[in-house]
């Protein structure tokens, strides 16, 4: 498994460039050889060695890798390697599509394909998506370069039009691929899907190919990823309830059973927890028709609208201390979760998000601080 | 549905007299922030801008400038405590070099 022997891809040319197979550039050191992975299929002959050939249906492994891939677990792991794939049977005049080694960007890509003979480029992005490597500049005109000449592309196809995922933009500028090799650079759609749509009709991409769809699936698919996050703060918290929770039993000198202590823990992290789930569930998927354009203002209204139901259907009883402490946490809690979303949606800039920050961060500090006291306050009066 | 951010926060610019009206700004653009008309690029939509630099990167007359950053306020907070390795991983994607 750790011989050099498995960064050895037949399609890349040692002789030609050796520094494209050395492993420390390579993402992974530990990831499988294209020819373990079950989306290789077989070979095809070109004028510069075979080249494997990828399936285009998604497999079961394909699918492991996707679910490891959304719960954050081992993602360095979900590197493709860097080199030249053939779909179907590609001639030396098929499209050259580039992609990045992420995984999901390799899958996104290649389950749109069935039925189409071309050539998949995939460049070495570190293991990173395509949006985010183009934002590093790890999927940038340097390293389309580099591939272009590593893998030999000018012997294996006639044409010298590469065709970009368009959101590999920020990173590729065409003029300068174009002004340094032999190919120019045709940014596609946004989305895989409709690249057969975008061949199809001579390379051209409509509008609604341009865009970046952001609906309820696209805003709810990082959710797990979020609830992931939310584990230590949540034990962090069961852990401070059940404290207080035994600190007050021991200053009462009632008896301290622990199934009266766990119980009541738990109905004190009751509305928190709710909270956080507002945070990661709710504010995403209602984030259109939230009220004003802050993200943390729109998690802090639902916090709002949280803190009064609680108060109004739970804890009208309760003493006033307790209700202070959760209108002063409930609305942070949940602004803080809705700015945490600027880093999943599709449309925020780094100029917005630093303006919001200014303005929020100050008060979920303060009102954390202030909520934290209260409650803890709150055990013993 | 076409979501805007904040108003009037982008630092997106375009100087008109430089361009030359080749739409690519146009084509590359993920938020239609620009319009063509009258042979020339024209910002018709600037709350819709991301700051992702895809025009300004892919401008042939170097029209377009824009500070390019990924607008996620984590990847702020854990640069504001020098803390950036932490953020999505070791395998985040963004970075902040260029704010500041």
Known sequence: MMSDNKFNLPMIDDQHDSSCCKPEDNPAADYETAAEAGWVVGQTGTPVGPVYQISTPLVYKDLLDTVRARLGMGRMKLAVPPGLYAVGTPDRFSPVLVSANYKLSFDALRRELTGLNLWVLVLNTKGINVWCAAGKGTFGTDEVIRMVDAVQLEKVVAHRTLILPQLAAPGVSAHEVRRRCSFRVIFGPVRAADIPAFINAGNKADPVMRRIPFGLRERLVLTPVELTALIKPLAGLILLLFLLNTAVTLVNQSPARPAILLSRTFSDLMPFLVAALIGVFLVPALLPYIPGRSLAWKGFILGLVWALLHWHFASLQSGWLITSAHFLLLPAITAFLGMNFTGSTTYTSLSGVVREMKIALPVIITASGLGMITLITSYFV | ?100
């Open chain 2, 1 to 100: 549905m076409k979501f805007r951010y904040l108003k009037n926060v982008v630092t997106l610019h375009l100087d008109q007299n430089k361009c030359s009206g080749c739409g690519l700004c146009l084509e590359v653009c993920p938020q239609q922030v620009f319009t063509l008309g009258h042979g020339v690029s024209t910002i018709t939509d600037r709350d819709a801008c991301l700051e992702c630099g895809a025009c300004a990167r892919n401008c042939p007359q170097d029209a377009i400038s824009v500070r390019p950053g990924v607008g996620c306020a984590y990847a702020v907070l854990m640069d504001m405590f020098n803390l950036k390795g932490k953020c999505c991983g070791d395998n985040c994607g963004c970075t902040l070099e260029d704010y500041k």
